[in-house]
């Protein structure tokens, strides 16, 4: 009799406990609150072009990979970007030289004839999320005008410290990405003026 009086009063527990709400996904940009550049009050007097940024395999995943020792790294189920990390390193690096710049990126769209256009292309070498600790980005690059064989060849690595918890690290990685997209856009700035840039 006590035992069924105790399995009565278990058997509900465990029901409700086979139903709780599994824990939420949460997605995060880095581009996502950037603000939109202000659009050029006239036509561009040069445009960039920013092809597809490649990244290292182990960031070919939305899930976020976080370094947790050394040597060891966590793949995280619930913490996630909210498109590849090539798109949102790409978009991000976007957002920033465009703006910076005041000019368009015109990646596989049409411009002016005769427009002077910058490629910038870009390959990510580490790309590393560290919570508590730092976000850094490690990127390869090159701009050259569009036609030209001239081409300026640079290495950017930017590491920000990062307080405790996901928005921190993300925050981080922001700060990182604009830094590497300063350096892009004062090496267009300097080709567009006719200088010699150097990295």
């Known amino acids: 009799m006590m035992r069924a009086f105790a399995m009565a009063m278990v058997l509900p527990v465990l029901?409700?406990?086979?139903?709780?709400?599994?824990p939420p996904e949460h997605f995060y940009s880095l581009s996502n609150g950037m603000g939109v550049p202000a659009a050029p009050a006239v036509r561009a007097a040069y445009y960039i072009e920013l092809p597809a940024v490649t990244v290292p395999?182990?960031?070919?995943?939305?899930?976020?990979?976080?370094?947790?020792?050394e040597g060891r790294m966590d793949l995280l189920e619930l913490e996630r970007w909210?498109?590849?990390?090539?798109?949102?390193?790409?978009?991000?690096?976007?957002?920033?030289?465009?703006?910076?710049?005041?000019?368009?990126?015109a990646?596989?769209?049409?411009?002016?004839?005769?427009?002077?256009?910058?490629r910038i292309s870009t390959s990510v070498q580490r790309f590393e999320s560290a919570p508590g600790k730092y976000a850094l980005i490690d990127a390869v690059?090159?701009?050259?005008?569009?036609?030209?064989?001239?081409?300026?060849?640079?290495?950017?690595?930017?590491?920000?410290?990062?307080?405790?918890?996901?928005?921190?690290?993300?925050?981080?990685?922001?700060?990182a990405v604009a830094r590497v997209g300063a350096d892009?856009?004062?090496?267009?700035?300097?080709?567009?003026?006719?200088?010699?840039?150097?990295c």
């Open 107 to 118: 990646f596989r769209t049409p411009v002016p004839e005769k427009a002077p256009v910058y």
């Open 15 to 22: 029901v409700l406990a086979g139903c709780a709400t599994p």
């Open 184 to 198: 892009m856009s004062k090496a267009v700035r300097a080709l567009a003026a006719g200088g010699t840039p150097t």
């Open 57 to 69: 395999q182990q960031l070919t995943r939305a899930q976020m990979l976080v370094t947790t020792g």
């Open 141 to 175: 690059w090159s701009v050259r005008l569009v036609g030209s064989t001239q081409v300026l060849t640079c290495r950017s690595v930017a590491q920000e410290t990062v307080g405790a918890g996901y928005d921190e690290l993300v925050a981080g990685h922001r700060r």
């Open 82 to 105: 909210s498109s590849l990390p090539a798109a949102e390193i790409g978009q991000a690096l976007s957002l920033a030289i465009s703006g910076e710049l005041g000019t368009i990126d």
